[in-house]
């Protein structure tokens, strides 16, 4: 490096006003979408719990079993087992082919999660349990959607 090159490093002195006012501002936008994400989070007790699976590649998903924790479960009896034991709800799904997922639904606790599923990657049995109405469970290889939902006794979900 030339002498005139270093004494032009030494005149300028790092970092320029508009450096300083574009590295504040993406600061100030960083600290404001992490408040905006954290503050407006739903954290209230889960209240039901409503699965879903994929009715087919290119289509949506289709509800097969809702439970409020204040009622009976209303399920699908062609793609959903239920059983009981105690304060827990065992619910298998059956899903496209020879597929299944197993979800225990904790009734004191108000909680869900995937305990089984035989499907190659089982990542949805490491999602973290689902406790209030901020998380949901996705197993992308058999199309199976868990998540919470304020449960409406008055208009619950009809099984075909």
């Known amino acids: ?5 270093v004494a032009q490093v030494k005149k300028d002195k790092g970092f320029k006003i508009w450096d300083l006012i574009i590295y504040g501002a993406v600061i100030l936008l960083a600290a404001a979408l992490f408040i905006v994400v954290f503050a407006t989070r739903n954290t209230d007790p889960l209240s039901g719990v409503k699965i879903s699976v994929r009715d087919g590649v290119f289509s949506g998903y289709k ?5 409020g924790f204040n009622s009976e479960p209303v399920y699908d009896s062609e793609a959903v087992e239920v059983e009981v034991k105690g ?15 197993i979800i225990e639904i904790n009734k004191r606790a108000r909680t869900a999660t995937v305990t089984d599923a035989n499907c190659k990657s089982r990542r949805c049995v490491y999602t973290p349990t689902i406790k209030d109405n901020n998380r949901d469970i996705h197993c992308d290889t058999h199309g199976l ?9 008055d208009n619950p979900f009809q099984p075909v």
Do not use: Q, R
């Open 63 to 67: 509800v097969v079993f809702e439970y």
């Open 145 to 153: 959607k868990v998540e919470p939902f304020a449960y409406d006794p």
């Open 87 to 101: 304060d827990i709800l065992k619910v298998t799904v059956k899903t496209h082919g020879d597929g299944f997922n």
């Open 1 to 5: 490096m030339s002498l005139k090159k």
